[in-house]
């Protein structure tokens, strides 16, 4: 099967996955984005503060140079932010 480079990947990325499950999509998911791609996720603003959550982010910032989070959306139900993931590091033995 023949993959193309994305620019941007936009996913709904549950939380709950354990650690490992975690990074081998993010790992995929950058496996397919170019270098200079952004990936796009959302988090719920309630739960930032729990450890898969925080975990989550950790694992953003590990893999990518620059990790943004958007403003909350105050009317989303739950009220929601935007991670913006921006350049993937180069791949290291995980």
Known sequence: MEFHRQT???VAFPGRFPA???????????DVIGAQ???TTFAYRHAAPLLAARR???LLADRFETVV???TVWRNLPPAFVLHAR???AH???
């Not at 490992?20 to 950058?30: N, S």
């Open 92 to 94: 290291t033995a995980r």
């Open 87 to 89: 350049r993937p590091r």
């Open 69 to 71: 989070p958007s403003r």
């Open 20 to 30: 490992e499950t975690q990074g081998r999509l993010i790992d995929a998911v950058i």
């Open 8 to 10: 941007c990947s936009s």
């Open 56 to 58: 989550f982010r950790a």
């Open 37 to 39: 791609s952004v990936f």
